[in-house]
């Protein structure tokens, strides 16, 4: 257990190794040092994993060194490996080290490639530090930290000034989020008197009521922070526009780890919600129209990342979908299966869009099945997985469990929203498949895809295909003690076994439906599409229901005009006018000296009358 | 003896480095170097030989307790007498002094090729006064230092200044700093005065001694108008809004030196003589004034950040982030619990790590691009070496990403506030928000987008390099490890605490009395 803090140690040293060396590192050796760092990692995780399993299964906390301490604050450089923190470890080291490694296929030959693989270590580390803090001030650096390595993922193709912009957004929209866990946590530590989360969690029942309003107000406050980093709504906009990041970053940061580290802080800070059930309940309420929105507008995207962008929104959605529930086993189940199986799409849409030369677009794309059979399968899998294709996959498992859990704590609305939101999963799976890798081919860069080739490449994606079938589900998180497990757990009755059914039939009959619709209707519906409602509808679903645009009048128009209002410091123009009012009077008075005899001796004339006259009338 | 040479070395190392011109160029720099060293490692030998981790002060009639003391008589007839003393506080200033003064010397290598000496003589004296404000503890000699530091400061940025955009003069900014500090400075003469009198009105004796005045009894009114005094002065250097209009013009026009001294070191003065003077001094109208200042704060924090988003200039961008990060520090003072307190300590340090990394930064800039304006830039990412890498980290210092000394600054400021200003706070922490959108505009606008040119730029050289790798390492070392500056400072803000929170609760007892 000594051997923990190697987890983010390595990955750490990785990133000063590559930015102390001031460019010299090749590359390939860049490449080298990046992969290995988080390999080694992964390594020291499996051999943490597998002595917590073997031993007791007890908790184990590790202080460092005290951060800060003043009076009684005295937040530490605390560890705290349990079974949920143990298993973000072995997702984050674990599928974190298959994408690196994906990585350095798909960066080869790019300049400047050592730069990412220090930011990507960065990211392992703070999101080590993050599942692992044992007190929130440590999980806030790990919840910054990635923040800003996601920033700089996002930004790392700089010169295209849109994705700059884009890495903005994404930064500016979770830190809205973070601002609210902050004050969250001013207010918590007020109330409460600790910021070590185990204490917090059994403080809280012993100062707040059940329903207590600061209860409330705390669970909102981090509930905030969360929506900001899982991309729920209304805190959802930046995550389409991250896909500007190289592709392995989407798998990682944008879709297996740092996106649901909210999903991570609902549950660990379960104690908290519990005593706010109208909050809990929001939390489902938002999952539900989340994963509405996002499956409604992954139907009309053509570029195939934004469609996995929305894809895990929406899946994101059902994890919250669970959280509300109180089904928090469930959701870290699907947290887990989803960052095998999304991670496995976004690394097999990076194949295809290396090989069809940085084409990602599914209008110039088409037919390339034959051509990329790695890429095709794993697409195949991780959108059967994806879709919840029954038992064979991975996807399946969870989502099931979530359905389920639904039913039993009584939120039909929500199941209803989750069957729904099953359908759509099946529908824009199929279409994206099927539009990339089945039609004719629509571009020379299509025409002349070149498939990807080696262990580095070919690796990765195996691995994820394997643990995205139901061999990844039989993978259980021991959360067991750590987390409540929801209204249904343990109860496999008749009800389930409907659910269940009623869940596989949405899955395989959205799969049909899509099947006929987008391989025998796909030209009758790129003519639709084109004019009428249908065509507004498309634009509305592809604008994602138009938040962006709203948000842009709301908030970014507003907000520069008042920059632009102010750039010149009114302020300080204000308090000038003494300054100036001198500056004039000077000017006034200075004119009057001419050196011209007969305006000095008129105006004294002048003066002396006038004094004259005053006195005269005066007196 | 020790405490007066701590004020003498720059004052003789200026005046060797004014004369040190004639054997050539380097030779003022290499002296200016020596001489901030000596005053840094004399620093640190206190520091390392002092106690300051004892909570000096425990009970109330030993009110105040130096680690050092040293006086002798100046002009007895007015009790005036040359009175320096140190603790925690001043010590750890003093110290960010001789760091900074340092690094002002070593930024300036290049950048300054004319009338080298005199140009050593005004940035040691500047430094010199600085460390006499942190000093004395005669409200008479802490007046001398705090005009004295003015002086060298003007003629830096009137002659050594760069004329800036849009019809900005470097005279006219050194003038408006000039002014803006000696009106203000007025102020808290006559404040000083007004004190000194009214303990003559009741002993029959003058005198201008800390400790002595502590004592003075006042009526609500007058306390209220002398703090007020010394507040103006203090919060013009701060400097808070609505009197920050010296500071961006002063910044923009200062040379590189000058803008790290001042971010650094001269704005930290005026937070240490609220610490020292104004709420010690005036506990009763400094707590009845604590919503007033904490409101302009606020308001210093959101105006700082909009008004960055605004800045073409560079260096007028973290001009005006400087009034942001100084609202915090006021919110911090004005809370005055120990938490917030210590967080103001941490936040003064960090604020003059990153705020000189930025200008320094924007200095290297300069002498690459010749150009401070934001407009001409963009897309330097690849082709300044590492100077992009280095703008990166102390932009997410300046946003208070956690791990840098910012962020524990301004956290503890938020949660010692919280209990005292829970809704104070939580407006206050949307300046994160803001805080990010200017840190990464800055980001954007210079190194991101399409190259303007082609070509690369020199890469960092050695002192270069040297220079950022020391800041950033201690921006990182106080945000992980912030304990010994903290235990170093602990007796000292635990003893503004008492003073400030005994009136609190004795207050609320008199008002609910009657």
């Not at chain 2, 060293?37 to 130096?66: K, M, N």
Request: glycine share 10%; proline share 4%.
């Amino acid at each position: 257990m000594s051997l923990l803090p190697l987890t983010f140690l390595f990955p750490l040293a990785g990133t000063l190794i590559i930015s102390l060396s001031r460019g010299r590192l090749s590359p390939r050796a860049g490449a080298v040092v990046g992969v290995t760092s988080v390999g080694l990692a992964a390594l020291v995780a499996a051999w943490v994993i597998w002595q917590f399993l073997a031993g007791g299964r007890e908790a184990v906390d590790m202080t460092l060194w005290t951060w800060v301490a003043v009076g009684d604050f005295q937040p530490t450089i605390g560890l705290r490996l349990d079974g949920l923190s143990l298993t973000m470890t072995g997702i984050i080291t674990g599928v974190g080290f298959l994408i690196h490694l994906f990585a350095a296929w798909y960066m080869q030959g790019e300049a400047g490639v050592t730069r990412f693989y220090a930011y990507m270590n960065l990211f392992v580390f703070s999101m080590m530090l993050l599942v692992l803090g044992d007190n929130m001030l440590l999980l806030y650096l790990g919840w910054e930290g990635v923040g800003l390595c996601s920033y700089l993922l996002i930004g790392y193709y700089y010169e295209t000034a849109a994705n700059g912009w884009a890495a903005f957004k994404a930064f500016i929209i979770t830190r809205l989020g973070d601002v609210f866990l902050a004050i969250g946590l001013f207010m918590m530590f007020r109330e409460l008197g600790t910021l070590n989360i185990v204490e917090l969690l059994a403080r809280a029942p012993e100062v707040w009521s059940e329903g207590a309003w600061q209860a409330q107000v705390a669970a909102l406050l981090i509930l905030g922070g969360a929506l900001g980093k899982s991309a729920q709504l209304p805190l959802h906009t930046w995550l389409a526009d991250a896909m500007a990041g190289p592709t392995p970053v989407s798998a990682l940061i944008h879709a297996a780890t740092m996106v649901t580290a909210g999903v991570y802080l609902v549950a660990r800070m379960h104690g908290i919600f519990e005593l706010a059930p109208n909050v809990l309940y929001l939390v489902g309420v938002i999952g539900a129209l989340t994963l509405l929105m996002a499956g409604f507008a992954a139907l009309a995207q053509t570029d195939i990342k934004r469609v996995l962008a929305y894809s895990t929104m929406s899946q994101i959605g059902y994890m919250f979908l669970a959280l509300g529930a109180g089904a928090y086993h469930a959701a870290i189940f699907h947290l887990m299966t989803h960052a095998f199986f999304k991670a496995l799409l976004f690394l097999s849409a990076g194949s295809v869009i290396v090989s069809c030369h940085h084409e990602q677009d599914m209008r110039r794309l088409g037919g390339l099945w034959r051509r990329l059979p790695l890429a095709y399968i794993g697409f195949v899998v991780g959108g059967a997985a994806l879709s919840a294709l029954p038992l064979v996959t991975a996807g399946y498992y969870s989502k099931d469990e979530i359905l389920w859990q639904e039913l039993a704590a009584g939120d039909n609305g929500l199941l209803l929203a989750g069957l729904v939101g099953a359908l759509l999963t099946s529908l824009y799976t199929l279409r994206l498949i099927i539009g990339t890798f089945h039609g004719e081919m629509k571009s020379d860069n299509a025409r002349h895809a070149e498939p990807g080739r080696g262990l580095v490449h070919g690796l990765p994606l195996v691995v994820l295909s394997v643990l995205a079938t139901f061999l990844g589900a039989w993978i259980h998180p021991p959360l067991e003690g750590v987390l409540p497990q929801g209204a249904g757990a343990g109860d496999h009755g008749m009800a389930h076994t409907v659910v269940a059914i009623v869940a596989s039939a949405t899955s395989v009959a959205g799969i049909l439906i899509a099947l006929w619709l987008f391989f025998k209707r796909w030209d009758w519906l790129a003519e639709r599409v084109q004019s009428g409602w249908e065509a507004r509808l498309w634009w509305f679903w592809n604008q994602a229901w138009g938040f962006d645009i709203a948000y842009d009048w709301l908030f970014v128009r507003p907000y520069r005009g008042l920059t632009r209002l102010l750039r010149r410091d009114i302020i300080d123009r204000i308090l000038l006018l003494p300054a100036w009012l001198a500056w004039g009077l000077h000017r006034g008075l200075s004119r009057t000296q001419t050196g011209k005899l007969r305006l000095y001796a008129g105006t004294m004339a002048a003066g002396a009358t006038l004094i004259l006259i005053v006195l005269v009338l005066g007196g | 003896m020790t405490l007066l040479w701590l004020i003498l070395i720059p004052f003789i190392g200026g005046l060797l480095c004014w004369q040190g011109e004639r054997y050539g160029g380097m030779a003022p720099r290499w002296i200016a170097l020596a001489t901030m060293l000596i005053e840094l490692l004399i620093t640190l030998g206190l520091w390392f030989q002092g106690e300051y981790h004892l909570p000096g002060a425990g009970t109330a009639s030993d009110a105040v307790r130096w680690s050092m003391e040293w006086q002798v008589p100046w002009i007895p007839r007015f009790g005036i007498s040359v009175h320096l003393a140190l603790d925690g506080l001043s010590l750890v200033l003093i110290a960010l002094t001789g760091f900074l003064g340092m690094l002002a010397v070593l930024c300036s290598w290049n950048e300054i090729v004319k009338r080298v000496g005199f140009f050593h003589l005004n940035l040691l004296w500047i430094l010199g006064g600085v460390v006499g404000v942190f000093l004395s503890i005669d409200l008479f000699l802490f007046f001398f230092f705090w005009e004295m530091m003015l002086v060298p400061m003007y003629f830096l940025i009137a002659l050594w200044g760069h004329s800036g955009s849009e019809g900005r003069t470097r005279i006219r900014a050194a003038t408006k700093f000039f002014i803006y500090t000696q009106a203000s400075g007025l102020l808290m003469l006559v404040s000083i005065l007004g004190l000194v009198f009214a303990h003559h009105a009741n002993t029959g004796e003058y005198s201008f001694e800390y400790a002595t005045l502590m004592q003075t009894p006042l009526s609500d009114n007058v306390a209220m108008w002398l703090m007020l005094g010394f507040f103006v002065a203090f919060a013009v250097k701060l400097p808070v809004v609505p009197v920050h209009g010296w500071l961006p013009d002063a910044h923009a026009q200062a040379p590189t030196a000058g803008s790290v001294d001042l971010a650094g070191i001269l704005l930290k003065t005026a937070a240490y003589g609220m610490l020292r003077f104004a709420l010690p001094l005036f506990p009763e109208a400094s707590q009845a004034f604590a919503p007033v200042a904490m409101t302009l704060g606020l308001i210093g924090i959101f105006y700082g950040a909009v008004l960055a988003c605004g800045q073409q200039d560079v260096k007028r961008l973290i001009a005006y982030t400087s009034i942001a990060h100084m609202g915090f520090v006021l919110i911090g003072i004005y809370a005055g619990t120990e938490l917030a307190l210590q967080g103001v300590v941490l936040m003064m340090v960090a604020h003059a790590f990153s705020a000189a990394g930025l200008f320094i930064l924007s200095g290297q800039l300069y002498e690459r691009l010749f150009t401070r304006d934001m407009r001409e830039m963009g897309g330097l990412w690849g082709r300044t070496g590492s100077l992009p890498g280095f703008s990166l980290c102390f932009v997410a210092a300046s946003l208070g990403m956690p791990g840098t000394a910012n962020f524990l600054g301004e956290f503890l400021i938020l949660f010692g506030s919280f209990p005292v200003a829970p809704w104070t706070v939580a407006i206050a922490s949307f300046g994160f928000l803001l805080a990010a959108v200017y840190a990464l505009l800055l980001m954007q606008r210079v190194y991101f987008g399409p190259p303007k040119a082609e070509g690369l730029f020199a890469d960092l050289d050695r002192r270069e390099y040297l220079m950022m790798l020391s800041l950033l390492g201690l921006v990182l070392l106080f945000g992980l490890y912030p304990q010994p500056l903290l235990d170093t400072t602990s007796a000292a803000m635990g003893e503004v605490e008492r003073l400030f929170t005994a009136v609190s609760q004795s207050s609320t007892l008199l008002t609910g009395a009657p």
